[in-house]
């Protein structure tokens, strides 16, 4: 996933959510959810599109420059993320 996609996401509507997750150094990164129907694999209205790893944490400048364009956008989904 690039920011460019994320940007694209954010102008057509479909972006949902992004949370950051920092379970061990092999998942860590931002998480982009998009919206998404139950037909459309949804699960509570949105479905994982892509990830910007950050598996050595704050050297990749793509996460970073992701992690810019949804601060105070919504950011985790219904209190859980």
Do not use: I
């Not at 061990?24 to 919206?35: C, F, I, M, N, S």
């Not at 998404?36 to 944490?57: D, I, M, P, Q, V």
Request: glycine residues 14%; hydrophobic residues 30%; aromatic residues 14%.
């Amino acid at each position: 996933m690039t920011v460019e996609e994320l940007r694209e996401l954010q102008a057509s509507g479909k972006f949902h959510h992004a949370t950051y997750r920092n379970q061990g150094k092999v998942w860590e990164g931002l998480y982009v959810y998009v919206h998404a129907t139950e037909a459309e694999g949804g699960f509570r209205g949105f479905k994982l599109y892509g990830c910007f790893n950050n598996y050595y944490r704050d050297r990749n400048p793509e996460c970073a420059r992701a992690m810019d364009l949804v601060r105070g956008v919504h950011v985790g989904s219904f209190g859980g993320g």
